[in-house]
């Protein structure tokens, strides 16, 4: 049978790609993703073969992957972070119904949320809600709904393409409405270019966030009520019954 | 400076760690971790020192890994997945506020919520809520808010820890609150023992997840009312604008 692999390779260097991502590409025939994303990794695959599509040629790709396996080669897929997380998987489904002869498998990365988390602190210590600012096709009316029932609903809250040059005020506008529901003071986080040249977190609070500038390679974290900075870090405590003397109940 | 790598080693199975946490696991003098987690590991590290403790004893792990790092080891405590979500982060920065010397560095990882999506298909290809139904340190008060809210507001809903023995029928209770709010034949996906022996996956509706019984190691997906299935998967479209005609603007 025709296989095809969709891969996630990770916020971006090299070695936050799974063991087994990294089989896949190293095993396939060809591997087939998005410009930028191939560009990390020809490096350390310089004699496989990449086809590559531009930004807003996702139908394209997908199709492009089909074809190839329609050929008999064993392709990979590529994405950054988690390919399932606002990623190509999805469409590789929908788009797979038209070749049912040919298998797709999904294998899992990390995605911005968890490693840029882990920039940060532990901001997803507890529940947490992960929401896009890209009106791209989803109507702004539905992404207002989901902040303010995410922020009164005491949600810590990621999001993911905070803005872009034609979306500047996104992120000022969901801090808007999260601060008519939450604290100025509440602990936020942001993750630039996760392991990527020029990384770079801050911690600050809503208020502070409101004026801050993004952009589509940021990843930003509002925390929950108990999120708190300690040590240049921010966390979210997994319990809310934390007993400094008794310590054994706090996790 | 002494040092800890807190490490998330991915859903079960060796490979879908990161090159990175390999690398960390393969250089460090000690690994500490719940007895489970290690166990995982050790035919993978014959060589290396374990030190472990059972579930329940967090702060002793926590305590026992900085007071390696003060002996001047270098030590990599360890969790199932990412240690960020539901794990040791918090505790460990939280902890690691006693000692000052000792830097805290976190390795990401393949979180559940990822790892089973990626076997289900893309149900989490739009924006999602991840609850954790043990009210062990939550009040279930808090968790039905959280559970309504995001029923409400349209997220994909991807539970952890959806049962155990003392909480037969949370799950239940959970898909009641929802089917207030969702429709009966709303998609949904069951992963359980994810990259381990036993791995088992189920697509059914929200009607029918009332009646399964989960356990601890069980990852539960609810659609939102766009998700679908699709040759055996279930995929949730990035966008609302699907047009058959004109593929182009799917993704």
New interface residues.
């Given amino acids: 049978m025709n296989k095809i692999y969709v891969v996630?390779i990770?916020p971006g260097?090299?070695?936050?790609?799974?063991?087994?991502a990294?089989?896949v590409l190293r095993d396939c025939d060809v591997i087939v993703g998005y410009t930028v994303y191939a560009d990390l990794l020809r490096e350390h695959f310089p004699e496989k073969e990449f086809l590559t599509t531009p930004m807003?040629?996702?139908?394209k790709r997908c199709r492009l992957a089909f074809e190839q396996a329609a050929a008999g080669r064993t392709v990979a897929m590529v994405c950054s972070g988690?390919?399932?997380?606002?990623?190509?998987?999805?469409?590789?489904?929908?788009?797979?119904?038209e070749y049912?002869q040919t298998e797709v498998e999904?294998?899992?990365?990390?995605?911005a949320a968890?490693?840029g988390?882990?920039?940060l602190?532990?901001?997803?210590?507890?529940?947490?809600?992960?929401?896009?600012l890209s009106n791209?096709?989803?109507?702004w009316e539905?992404?207002e709904?989901?902040i303010?029932?995410?922020a009164?609903?005491?949600?810590v809250i990621c999001f993911y393409n905070p803005s872009s040059k034609k979306r500047k005020d996104f992120l000022k506008k969901a801090c808007e409405l999260m601060l008519q529901h939450k604290p100025e003071t509440t602990i936020c986080g942001i993750a630039a270019r996760i392991a990527r040249e020029g990384e770079r977190t801050e911690i600050c609070t809503l208020q502070e966030l409101r004026e801050r500038q993004t952009d589509m390679f940021t990843t930003v974290f509002v925390g929950n009520s108990e999120t708190r900075a300690?040590?240049g870090?921010i966390?979210?405590?997994?319990?809310?019954?934390v007993d400094t003397d008794q310590?054994?109940?706090?996790?």
Wanted: net charge negative.
């Fill in positions: 996630g990770g260097e090299y070695e936050q790609m799974t063991i087994r990294e089989k807003r040629q996702e139908e988690d390919a399932g997380v606002y990623g190509m998987s999805g469409l590789m489904l929908e788009i797979g119904t049912p999904m294998v899992p990365g990390v995605t968890v490693a988390a882990a920039l602190g532990a901001p997803l210590g507890h529940d947490f809600a992960v929401i896009s791209l096709l989803t109507p539905t992404i709904h989901r303010v029932a995410a009164k609903a005491d949600f300690a040590n870090r966390l979210t405590p997994r319990g809310y019954a310590r054994g109940v706090i996790v």
